[in-house]
């Protein structure tokens, strides 16, 4: 019982000196190696290309990109969580050829239920080796753009607003019906939930007339 109590208090001071919420989640990050060149740096909407291997905390391997499946890295779209939280956080600013080492807390890993071979309440520790940079086919700057309203979707109003800026930018006249048809042809597709809105997630994948 005073075991108990003694819990409750500490937790409770915590949330006290910090103002009424515990401290964010943080990942450790550990650069292993560093290109001497480095002519862009990764940031949110870049698709990577990965190498990566992942161990729990007792130094079991539960994967690698090396050895396992196709032994092929692997792409993803950074932070629209397409992967884990740790990596969204973990691999911002890295260089192609740098090489991290991620310790991540389970709140930004899989959490309480785990996954496959990962526990509930897992620390993970991951290797990873970006290998190349692109340009996503959105960027995450392009949609803050077009979110007028600041809500992370899309509605078929922002969506005509932007295609009458991007034609006005290339020298051709507005054209509303034009517009309108392109906008619903552009929902058609990638509004895949057919909530009238297209998320910062629907966003990532291209259509041309974006």
């Not at 397409?82 to 260089?95: P, T």
């Not at 991951?126 to 996503?136: A, M």
């Not at 932007?162 to 054209?175: I, Q």
Request: charged share 30%; glycine share 8%.
């Amino acid at each position: 019982m005073f075991l108990a109590c003694l819990s409750w208090f500490c937790t409770s001071l915590l949330v006290f000196v910090n103002g009424g919420k515990l401290p964010e989640a943080e990942v450790k990050i550990t650069v292993l190696h560093k290109p001497f060149l480095c002519h862009r740096k990764s940031k949110y909407g870049d698709i990577l290309l990965v190498h990566h291997e992942g161990y729990l905390s007792n130094g079991t391997k539960f994967h690698s990109s090396y050895t396992q499946g196709d032994k092929q890295p692997v792409w993803f779209t950074l932070g629209i969580k397409e992967v884990i939280k740790g990596w969204d956080k973990g691999l911002q600013g890295m260089c192609a050829g740098e090489k991290r080492r991620l310790i991540i807390p389970p709140a930004l890993a899989y959490g309480k239920e785990g996954k496959g071979k990962i526990p509930p309440e897992a620390t993970l520790t991951f290797n990873i080796e970006v290998i190349e940079i692109r340009n996503g086919p959105r960027s995450h700057e392009s949609f803050q753009e077009m979110d007028l309203n600041d809500d992370w979707k899309l509605s078929k109003q922002e969506v005509k607003e932007y295609l009458k800026k991007e034609f006005e930018r290339h020298g051709y006249p507005p054209n509303d019906t034009h517009h309108e048809q392109m906008v619903e042809d552009i929902f058609k597709k990638e509004d895949e939930n057919e909530d009238g809105f297209i998320s910062s997630r629907e966003f990532t994948y291209k259509h041309d007339e974006l």
